[in-house]
């Protein structure tokens, strides 16, 4: 099914509170919230920039459940929760391969979640995420790595440094342009080699 992620209003307050509360039982802490609580923490949380609280609605406008994204340093901690009459639906699923492409590439997925939650570990292991770390009440899963997004990461990178080379090859023009074209033409006979050792490999 087709889903769309909503940026989290303060209107969406009581949405949040009752599925919360609804589904007590999938969470670590599994206490019933109070609305004084809840409605002082989700106007605090949404305050915070680093936060991506997400509503999740169908293509119908139905509004499906929420997902969390709370930051902490490096990483997102990631929660999610589908109202009970939208499971099986594979929203969940859909929704957590959606919001990567809302954050940077440079930050990782986490999740933890209780230990005898079992469709939220068959979940999370389905959009890509692994288990790193259990102990007797919960399990710790991290996303991997996307190995395209790394291929990318690379190339942004080889594209900034191929600039610090051009520019040092030209300070080295400037300074000292015999050495320089001595040392370069040395450069150009070692990647001759390099392409005739390629071109056993490919052929």
Known sequence: MEIVLHKAKIS????????????????INSLKITKKDHSKWFKKSLKLKRNLFFKISNKKNYKCGYL?????????N???CIDSKFRNKNIAYNSLISVEDKISKNYTLFSVIKRNNIASKL???KAGYDIYKTNKNLIFMKKKQNKIKIIDQIESIRGKNNIN?????????KKSPKESAFIMSKIYKDD???????KKLIN
């Open 78 to 80: 990631v929660s999610i």
């Open 192 to 198: 001759a080699k390099i392409s005739k050792l390629v």
């Open 68 to 76: 969390r994204l709370e930051k902490k340093k490096k990483s997102f």
């Open 123 to 125: 979940l999370f292991q």
């Open 165 to 173: 080379w051009m520019n040092l090859l030209r300070l080295a023009y």
């Open 12 to 27: 969406d307050t009581d949405f949040f509170l009752n599925l919360r509360n609804k589904n007590r039982g999938q969470f």
